[in-house]
């Protein structure tokens, strides 16, 4: 049975079967959502290949989701009690240090359909800034080793870090991010992609067997 993890590309698209979200309407435009979890498959005879929901989100300074409520659920209480759980788990943008620290409520409709998961083993260097991410793009360009040069920017730089590589469905990701990543083969690193506050640099590894 296939598990299902939510994408979002701003009114939700949610992948099932992955259940993947569409896109919502933000009304805060620096209120995105960066991170999903797995959604419940959709198995229930109730629910077929998709469904719609609008949820609300309580969403802390931080980025973490404290609460979630379905004001449109799917008709299948066995599954939206689950489906909650997970989007307790979503993260969205944070605030920055510099901004009152305010809890934010964001209404979002999330379109949830069936489609294969996406894995790909990825790592992940951050950093705060798109001018040094820029930099640190035109090393790697020159030839920079990536783990090495991200080992540096995790102990040296302030906001900086290194994710080491795993296999992860892509589906959790952005579309924009999504988009990115999909024309990476193994050994590839994308430009910095904005993810929240931060410049991503990712790099494809080959799937281990």
Not at 83 to 98: C, E, G, N, V, Y
Not at 143 to 151: I, M
Not at 154 to 176: C, D, F, M, T, W
Request: aromatic fraction near 6%; include cysteine; charge should be neutral.
């Amino acid at each position: 049975m296939h598990k299902t993890l939510a994408s979002a590309m701003m009114l939700f698209l949610l992948v099932a079967g992955c259940a993947t979200p569409q896109r919502a309407v933000a009304p805060d435009p620096k209120l995105e959502l960066i991170s999903m979890t797995e959604l419940p498959p959709l198995s229930s005879p109730a629910i077929g290949f998709g469904v719609k929901l609008v949820a609300v989100f309580h969403v802390l300074p931080d980025g973490t989701t404290k609460d979630v409520t379905l004001v449109r659920p799917s008709g299948v209480l066995e599954w939206d009690r689950p489906a909650i759980d997970s989007m307790k788990q979503w993260r969205f943008t944070p605030l920055a240090s510099s901004e009152p620290q305010v809890d934010r409520w964001l209404r979002h409709a999330v379109i949830v359909q069936v489609q294969d998961p996406v894995v790909m083993r990825l790592a992940e260097m951050a950093v705060p800034t798109q001018q040094m991410a820029d930099s640190l793009y035109a090393l790697l360009e020159g030839g920079a080793d990536y783990e090495a040069l991200g080992r540096r920017v995790s102990n040296e730089s302030e906001g900086g870090s290194l994710k080491q590589a795993e296999a992860v469905n892509i589906a959790r990701y952005p579309s924009h991010v999504r988009n990115a990543l999909s024309l990476l083969r193994a050994g590839q690193v994308s430009r910095p992609i904005r993810i929240g506050l931060n410049y991503v640099i990712f790099k494809r590894y080959p799937l281990e067997n």
